[in-house]
């Protein structure tokens, strides 16, 4: 009989990467998901189409070899639960060979009461230890979900219980973009997504033992590797999609071909990767590669990707310690002034997409607290420190419409 993987989350991420690993490797694939069409979907078809996208080599973005063609994979077999089944879900957990979360930051506490279920129930049966994948957005998604569970665990089994669950924080970095309505409406479980295959997890937060799973990396300085996707991967993507949007720009592909745009981008990058190398000892050339890698496939024009997409949810962005404040702050730390990281921010101060609900409240709040309150209130950063008047001063460039600083 096939190990089984629980997957809450049969979204994206859930479907367009972690699926595809756990099948890789031989397990059967049971979804927890609170949508009641896909759960049915599911489980009429017992499987689903992923689309994967090759990632262009250095060749290919010169455009000196031609594309490669995309794969359709058939994932099976698959089952799925909806999140009312909890019984269900609770067996399922206690006989599996490892669970695995995609649900978003703001859902764990939601799924948090069905995995304790399940985990008493596992400890009622004597089962072994079992380890839960965390591949959420989210900083230290481990200590929130390790906390949200013990809420939910009888007080006297709360120890043992936790003593054999590992909360293993990953770093999902495959680019999946979000499907089309055409695409929606032809087949809601269709999935494409770019080939990317690597999912580094804590090695340290590893309770017994984890099954063999494609693709998974177990590091042990696990904490380089989250900052490197947060201040290169993520921190990038957020600057294509502020900049891109205020040119006009709809796809970050066709943005990334503007050479003023690739400047700052560029910039962006090495500004970081090398305040990267300064904090946590990667090789330079290592390092290099890692963004030459990574511009390649933002520049990937069959993942469709848009700047909108890229750019949602400022508020989230332009936190202290997110992908854009906090790669500028990890600059400064190490005598690197984040010149191109100051123009981002601002981009991002500029982002009014008319439906994104917290571009709508950061534009409110900066017109009625003014940008340099804003800037001190929310990330953290005083007018009058050099980064905080680098921003204003690109704020001030880009309200005026100039190209100036672009």
């Known amino acids: 009989m096939a190990s089984i993987a629980i997957q809450f989350g049969a979204g994206n991420v859930?479907?367009?990467?972690?699926?595809?690993?756990?099948?890789?490797?031989?397990?059967?694939?049971?979804?927890?998901?609170v949508n009641s069409t896909i759960v049915e979907l599911l489980n009429a078809r017992r499987s689903y189409p992923l689309c994967l996208i090759p990632i262009p080599d250095a060749a290919a973005a010169s455009g000196n070899e031609k594309d490669t063609a995309s794969t359709l994979l058939q994932i099976a077999p698959v089952r799925a639960l909806h999140t009312s089944q909890h019984e269900e879900i609770a067996s399922e957990i206690a006989r599996a060979s490892v669970l695995c979360t995609?649900?978003?930051?703001?859902?764990?506490?939601h799924i948090a009461p069905l995995i304790a279920l399940g985990l008493v129930k596992r400890y009622e049966l004597q089962r072994p230890p079992v380890n839960i994948l965390l591949c959420e957005n989210l900083y230290r998604a481990d200590n929130v979900l390790r906390e949200a569970v013990s809420q939910h665990l009888p007080q006297e089994v709360r120890d043992p219980i936790l003593q054999r669950t590992g909360f293993v924080p990953t770093v999902v970095s495959r680019m999946i973009p979000i499907p089309s309505p055409e695409e929606r409406a032809a087949d809601p479980l269709y999935i494409r997504a770019e080939s990317y295959h690597r999912l580094p997890a804590d090695k340290n937060a590893v309770v017994g033992e984890l099954p063999s799973i494609s693709g998974l990396e177990l590091v042990d300085n696990f904490q380089a590797h989250m900052e490197r996707k947060l201040y290169?991967?993520?921190?990038a993507h957020a600057a294509l999609g502020y900049i891109g949007w205020l040119k006009g720009y709809t796809y970050a592909a066709d943005a990334l071909k503007d050479t003023t745009i690739l400047a700052r981008i560029r910039g962006l990058m090495e500004e970081t990767g090398m305040a990267l190398v300064k904090q946590h000892g990667f090789d330079l050339l290592e390092q290099r590669a890692y963004e030459?890698?990574?511009l390649r496939r933002i520049a990937n024009p069959a993942l469709g990707d848009t700047c909108d997409r890229l750019a949602r949810d400022p508020l989230r962005k332009l936190a202290p310690e997110d992908r854009l404040v906090g790669a500028a702050r990890l600059c400064l730390r190490h005598q690197i002034f984040p010149d191109h990281g100051a123009y981002a921010i601002?981009?991002?101060?500029h982002y009014a997409h008319p439906n994104d609900v917290s571009a709508r409240a950061l534009q409110e709040r900066i017109d009625l607290e003014g940008v340099a309150t804003f800037l001190e209130?929310?990330?953290h950063i005083a007018a009058t420190e050099p980064l905080g008047e680098a921003i204003l001063r690109y704020y001030s460039l880009l309200k005026e419409r100039t190209t100036d600083g672009v």
Do not use: D, I, K
């Open 14 to 33: 859930g479907r367009g990467f972690l699926a595809q690993l756990f099948w890789e490797s031989g397990m059967e694939v049971v979804f927890v998901e």
């Open 102 to 109: 995609a649900v978003g930051a703001a859902a764990l506490q």
């Open 232 to 235: 290169s991967h993520n921190a």
């Open 292 to 294: 030459e890698e990574l």
């Open 377 to 379: 209130a929310h990330c």
């Open 346 to 349: 601002a981009a991002a101060l």
